[in-house]
């Protein structure tokens, strides 16, 4: 009997007939498997791998987790979620370059989260000094998004497409990554479908230059910058398991660009070769540093001594173009993107009416925990109705988040103390379900099918300074699927696959 996979969609016959289509997967068990095998080689001859966190070897890669099948994602909203990411690119910038509003809102955040007040103080520093030596900031951002299933007028949830609207998850601004797996696993998606014979349904796969275009702007970055000699830094973890997604952007730099170099170094090794220069050029191995990528540098752990966070100051006070700047980073705190969803607060950046309502819409509710009757309301909210919320802390990275009866017993045991805080409270979104096979290695999950839900990824560029904008644009997508039982669903974790979206009408 054949497989089937719940994405149906609509084409028009050469009499422009427009009519339903749903796509098959091979009828025997042994054509399927086959199809497996194919894009398992497919990825890994592809370079669409990780390192191993099992059995890590660097030598050593494996296909990274992938769908079979690409996903349903309605056309409509993947096109809105690419045209507002331009007005998100701007909202982040200006969030950036406004100190006061940074130190307002994460203030009592920083009195229980030290690695928040070590990142602010950074920013501090660089504020009571006048500023950074280079005053132009890179941006390479992220908007995470899922579609909403429940209905606004009666609250009603079918948990499928129909009806369907997105809601941002998070705006990533360090280390946005997955730009080459992205369009990877676009391509990989394009090799499944012609394999069973879908040629014209590759065209219901959009365009994905993510990887060309994230490059480009580092290159662009370090043309303003001026010096020919100059090289870009990536600033990456003792041990990098998602080491294509890396070296991919390493590799396009030097396809779009022969003569320019990339060095990478840990924080670590920072910490004993870096040095200022007499014109506070940044300067690494004699080598001088135009542009500075951070891969890392967003969690606590990657700042095992005070020398690590000596070198991030030092970075900062550096000539060199940093992606992102410390307070780039700040600005995508999880404590801001709360306060920003407040009444009145996106007019503070955003001037343009129509510009402030676009993102408002996208934004689902966020509650803060501060200790004041909103703060306590939210609390009560999360311990009377926990599976209705999600719990979020100042992290990235994935596996930090807090879901259902873990919500109301963290809730509790922190109830009358200051580290609450350091989280905020958001609704859950319902994002619609669908079927496919999930494919790892070593591991015996595509044997069946599974009920899948996706998180959509839009990278945005921007390079900017406090008073122009030299760059803003979109810059290509990428889609992460999860088991619909799941909680968390990060690909490098482990948890998640690489997808890619079959727009549907």
């Known amino acids: 009997m054949t497989a089937q996979i719940s994405v149906l969609f609509k084409v028009c016959d050469k009499e422009g007939t427009i009519m339903d289509r749903t796509l098959e997967l091979p009828s025997s068990e042994e054509e399927l498997e086959e199809l497996k095998e194919k894009a398992k080689d497919w990825a890994l001859m592809h370079g669409m791998c990780m390192r191993s966190k099992s059995n890590f070897n660097k030598d050593v890669l494996q296909f990274a987790p992938f769908i079979l099948m690409p996903s349903p994602f309605p056309r409509k909203e993947f096109e809105n979620a690419c045209q507002i990411q331009t007005i998100l690119n701007l909202l982040i910038h200006r969030v950036a370059q406004d100190y006061n509003f940074l130190k307002e809102t994460l203030e009592e955040t920083m009195k229980v989260d030290s690695f928040t007040k070590d990142l602010f103080e950074i920013c501090n520093i660089i504020n009571d000094e006048g500023g950074s030596a280079q005053n132009i900031s890179l941006g390479i951002l992220r908007s995470d998004l899922m579609l909403e299933t429940n209905c606004p007028k009666t609250g009603e949830n079918k948990r499928c497409m129909p009806y369907c609207c997105w809601k941002q998850v998070e705006i990533n601004t360090i280390a946005s990554g997955f730009g080459w797996l992205g369009p990877a696993a676009t391509e990989l998606h394009k090799f499944v479908l012609t394999e069973l014979g879908y040629h014209e349904e590759v065209n219901q796969l959009p ?251 839009i990278f945005g560029i921007i390079i900017a300074d406090e008073t122009n904008v030299y760059v803003n644009k979109q810059g290509g997508h990428m889609l992460r699927t999860k088991l619909a039982t799941a909680n968390e669903g990060g690909v490098a974790t482990g948890l998640g696959a690489c997808d890619s979206p079959f727009l549907v009408d």
């Open 207 to 457: 365009e994905n230059n993510a990887l060309q275009i994230i490059c480009s702007s580092m290159i662009e970055a370090w043309n303003m910058y001026g010096d020919q000699q100059a090289v870009i830094l990536f600033v990456v973890e003792d041990i990098t398991y998602n080491i294509c997604d890396q070296r991919c952007h390493e590799f396009e730099i030097k396809k779009q660009n022969p003569n320019m170099q990339v060095i990478r170094r840990t924080l670590t090794q920072l910490a004993a070769t870096a040095k200022l220069g007499s014109k506070k050029e940044l300067v690494v191995d004699n080598r001088v540093v135009s542009v500075v990528y951070y891969r890392c540098g967003y969690e606590p752990a990657q700042y095992p001594t005070r020398k690590e966070w000596d070198v991030r100051l030092l970075i900062e006070r550096s000539l060199a173009i940093k992606c992102p700047t410390i307070q780039y980073h700040l600005a995508g705190t999880k404590k801001v993107q709360q306060a920003l969803a407040k009444p009145g607060v996106i007019s503070k950046f955003l001037k343009n009416e129509k510009m402030c309502a676009v993102i408002k819409e996208i934004f689902t509710e966020l509650y803060a925990l501060d200790f004041d009757e909103h703060g306590d309301a939210a609390i009560e909210m999360g311990i009377a109705d926990p599976h209705r919320f999600v719990l979020k802390p100042q992290r990235e990275g994935g596996c930090n988040n807090k879901y259902g009866l873990d919500i109301q017993t963290f809730l509790q045991s922190v109830k009358d103390k200051q580290d609450r805080v350091a989280w905020i409270l958001m609704d859950k979104i319902h994002p619609p379900v669908h079927r496919n096979y999930m494919v790892r290695a070593e591991s015996n999950i595509d044997r069946e099918l599974q009920e899948l839900v996706s998180e959509l990824g």
